[in-house]
């Protein structure tokens, strides 16, 4: 993902990779992506978003689809990322997503997001917890919800 501002250079490649390849499953409606995805997370791992909670690979797996529910493609774009502890297990991604709809309309808004690792962040972090919030109106008016 161009442009993304790391928060040192020494920030962990593997969580530099974990964060990209987050991002690019979550903009992808391959068969596939809903598996790997979840195998992003902890075995017992949470995720946090518009379209509610999930906990554990098989839920999150299985929420997948609804997450395309009147979304025709999407796109994330990270553009800045923090770190607030210093094995880099709470890392805090703004960024912007794009997205066009199945009744053709199109919204991008802001976004932040906070994924909660576990495990060795230099070598094999996996997603304890992810978290994103953003402004619902926009979605709402591009939905046609009044």
Do not use: C
């Not at 923090?82 to 309309?105: C, E, H, P, R």
């Amino acid at each position: 993902m161009a442009s993304i501002s790391w928060p040192t250079p020494d920030f962990p490649k593997k969580v530099e990779e974990l964060i990209t390849e987050f991002y690019s499953l979550a903009d992808s409606k391959e068969d596939t992506t809903p598996e790997r995805f979840a195998a992003l997370f902890a075995e017992d791992g949470k995720m946090y978003g518009l379209a509610g909670a999930s906990t554990g690979r098989a839920d999150i797996a299985a929420a997948r689809p609804k997450s395309w529910n009147m979304i025709a493609s999407r796109k994330h774009q990270p553009v800045k990322v923090y770190s607030f502890k210093s094995d880099y297990s709470d890392v805090l991604v703004m960024g912007q997503i794009s997205a066009t709809l199945t009744n053709g309309n199109s919204v991008s808004v802001e976004y932040i997001a906070q994924f909660v690792l576990k495990g060795d962040t230099s070598a094999t972090p996996v997603i304890a917890s992810y978290k994103s919030w953003a402004d619902s109106a926009p979605w709402f008016k591009a939905m046609g919800v009044q």
